[in-house]
């Protein structure tokens, strides 16, 4: 991961508030980039963390705001490396304002945006457009994702260093594989080059087709077409096979079975500068939860068998898995409330990133500091950003957030625009009671 960071561009943060100061007491503070889970206390001074240890558990300095944090945890801020929003052209599913809300308030401080618009961000002019916009009405700091081929096609590539030098933290094709090896193979060696992040979708859309979700009994019995793990594991291997020849960077965004794990566990145990994600969905949902044609659960890729998704949360708390994200994908009614095969796919996630994702914790499969590490400082080492830890120094993007307490989904009271949430009505533990980026609250639970 580190070769990764070094190459990666560095986007440059929300602006710092001067001259003010808060620190947190009576914290556990948990920062999984120098291993520190103990009670204490953070000291925020001019958007930057000056101080941090047990000996502000109780005492503050003078002159300052305090904030009682009662206990709770308190850690980095969030990152999630695959939002997808609607801004520009799709403005009517999500907004950069409206998504860096739900950010807010899911504990997220700093979200990657995907090219997936209209239209796609593929030109410098985008890019710049998607800082400009954030800047202005986003409440967390926003990364651009650009394309690594025109119009998200798969057939020529796009201006990779013109696009890195104007922001563009990685380079993506969206929710499409690149199907022409050759092309691929070229993105790889071009992003080497200029010391960019190449972060792919494994799916071989001739394998996948119209299919709906995942191939097997469940399927057959909803009389639903079924999509092949193969898909995904047959793009993987080859995508491997060209990081051994070209030394690129690669991250596979979401893999999402057990045989695309031996891929990669593979690949590392050569050393090649692979890494990979996995969607809180498919840590946390099963092909069996679709139930009754739940379209709210229809993903891509799809949810796995229940072999698949234990597979993965063993491979979160073994590092073999690098990266966990909200695959946030706002879809509206009219997209989703159609029959299963019909429906769109993605599921809304930043508002329950966290909250889902202590699942695993509470059920005792994933540490705490394991968890956080996959949505904190591992994602800020592939991207090369300075948050994503609470240390001297840093920039101060925290998030304070009770373990325990139970709450029921409610789409409707979301903040995001569009409401397809895959946990509408589910029980969740823990709740997310403040958000700070770059020092300012901006987000508190009850306010």
Not at 221 to 232: D, T
Not at 294 to 312: G, I, N, Q, S, Y
Request: with cysteine; charged share 25%; proline share 4%.
């Amino acid at each position: 991961m580190s070769q990764q960071s070094k190459s990666a561009s560095k986007a440059p943060e929300k602006s710092l508030p001067a001259g003010k100061s808060v620190v947190f007491i009576n914290a556990r503070v948990v920062d999984p980039s120098t291993n520190r889970d103990e009670p204490g206390g953070v000291l925020v001074k001019d958007g930057l963390i000056a101080d941090l240890g047990s000996h502000l558990r109780r005492n503050a300095p003078a002159g300052v705001e305090v904030v009682d944090c009662k206990g709770h945890v308190l850690a980095p801020g969030l990152i999630d490396m695959q939002v997808f929003t609607g801004e520009p052209g799709f403005e009517h599913r999500e907004t950069l304002k409206t998504a860096s809300h739900a950010a807010a308030a899911g504990g997220v401080t700093t979200m990657v945006v995907m090219p997936e618009t209209n239209p796609v961000i593929d030109q410098v002019a985008l890019v710049d457009f998607i800082q400009r916009r954030a800047r202005d009405n986003a409440l967390v700091h926003v990364h651009t994702m650009a394309a690594m081929t025109k119009g998200l096609a798969g057939e020529e590539m796009t201006e990779i260093g013109l696009l890195k030098r104007a922001g563009a933290i990685a380079f993506s094709n969206g929710k499409s594989s690149i199907a022409n090896t050759r092309v691929m193979r070229n993105v790889l060696n071009y992003a080497k080059d200029f010391g960019a992040l190449v972060v792919h979708h494994t799916e071989d859309p001739y394998l996948t087709g119209s299919a709906t979700m995942n191939s097997g009994e469940v399927a057959s019995r909803l009389g639903l077409s079924g999509a092949s793990k193969l898909a995904e594991t047959i793009v993987l291997e080859r995508d491997v096979r060209l990081v051994a020849l070209t030394g690129g960077s690669y991250h596979a965004a979401t893999i999402s079975c057990e045989e695309s794990l031996e891929v990669v566990r593979g690949a590392k145990a050569r050393k090649l500068p692979v890494t990979c994600g996995v969607s809180i969905n498919h840590l946390t949902l099963n092909e069996n939860d679709i139930g009754s044609y739940r379209t709210f659960l229809k993903v891509r890729p799809p949810l796995r068998r229940e072999e698949d998704r234990v597979a993965m949360v063993r491979a979160v708390a073994s590092g073999d898995i690098d990266v966990i994200v909200s695959s946030h994908d706002p879809q509206d009614a009219d997209t989703k409330r159609r029959p299963f095969s019909e429906a769109a796919d993605g599921a809304v996630g930043l508002e329950t990133l966290l909250v889902a994702a202590l699942r695993l914790v509470h059920s005792g499969d994933v540490p705490l500091s394991v968890v956080l590490r996959a949505m904190t400082i591992n994602p800020a080492r592939l991207l090369g950003l300075h948050s994503g830890r609470i240390v001297k120094g840093a920039i101060a993007d925290l998030v304070l957030f009770d373990m325990g307490e139970p709450w029921v989904v409610n789409k409707d009271l979301l903040r995001s625009r569009s409401k397809n949430s895959p946990f509408d009505e589910a029980k969740m533990q823990g709740r997310v009671l403040r958000t700070v980026v770059a020092g300012e609250t901006v987000f508190e639970y009850g306010r």
